[in-house]
């Protein structure tokens, strides 16, 4: 166990709809990544947050936005879903502000379907 | 811009033997970190182990190893006395020491123990 949780677990949502998911750090880390790990494939960076900025992000779209909160638990909101949004999404924790994870843990994710 | 190449979709080793993942990158850089990440069904990635570039010497965990060839951008994976608890799937990633970009995935290797 790593200390990083993420909620919920499995979500099925419909084309066109909105999504949010949640993650919580382990205790201490004020940064947190998030992952998009479609099927087959490596994780892929969507955006990160150190101290509730946005520090960097992937070749992502506007619709897929965060927020970190004072408690350092951070969330990914994805609008408009599309087809090939359906994917694991990673939330990983660190206590570094760059993108130098050496120490970086990842929650268990969250399985998002969409139909 | 960095890549990683897991060149092996699938591998299944004998309960007890001993199994070599491979991984290449392309980097630019001179400064870095490799790691070997394991996803195990549960979907939470783990770290397996890092290698610092600038160190020569081969990174150790207990039964896991790993063979840097710097000069080859290689970096393959090395369990003896494979576990059925092994079975899972492992990433290789990079990072720059510069810390300017987040983690590069491979797109993973399915490592299948066999009792």
């Known amino acids: 166990e790593t200390g990083v949780t993420q909620s919920p677990t499995h979500l099925i949502k419909t084309r066109g709809q909105q999504v949010t998911l949640r993650c919580s750090s382990q205790s201490g880390h004020n940064t947190v990544s998030w992952y998009q790990q479609a099927l087959g494939q490596g994780p892929q960076f969507i955006f990160q947050?150190?101290?509730?900025?946005?520090?960097g992000r992937g070749n992502f779209p506007p619709r897929f936005s965060g927020l970190q909160f004072p408690n350092y638990s951070s969330e990914l909101n994805v609008n408009a879903l599309e087809l090939d949004d359906s994917a694991l999404y990673l939330c990983?924790?660190?206590?570094?502000?760059?993108?130098?994870?050496?120490?970086?843990?990842f929650g268990q994710g969250t399985r998002l379907t969409v139909v | 811009a960095q890549t990683v190449t897991q060149s092996q979709p699938e591998m299944s080793v004998q309960e007890a033997e001993t199994v070599t993942l491979s991984c290449t990158y392309d980097t630019s850089e001179n400064n870095y970190y490799l790691f070997w990440y394991k996803q195990p069904p549960s979907r939470q990635m783990i770290l397996v182990i890092r290698?610092?570039?600038?160190?020569?010497q081969n990174a150790t965990e207990n039964r896991f190893s790993v063979n840097f060839q710097k000069a080859a951008k290689s970096f393959s994976l090395k369990i003896s006395d494979s576990q059925l608890g092994d079975t899972a799937m492992y990433f290789c990633a990079f990072i720059a020491h510069s810390g300017n970009t987040p983690l590069v995935f491979g797109k993973g290797t399915r490592l299948s123990v066999i009792a």
């Open positions: 947050y150190y101290r509730e900025e946005e520090n």
């Open positions: 990983a924790s660190s206590s570094s502000r760059g993108f130098l994870n050496t120490e970086a843990f």
């Open positions: 290698q610092e570039a600038y160190k020569q």
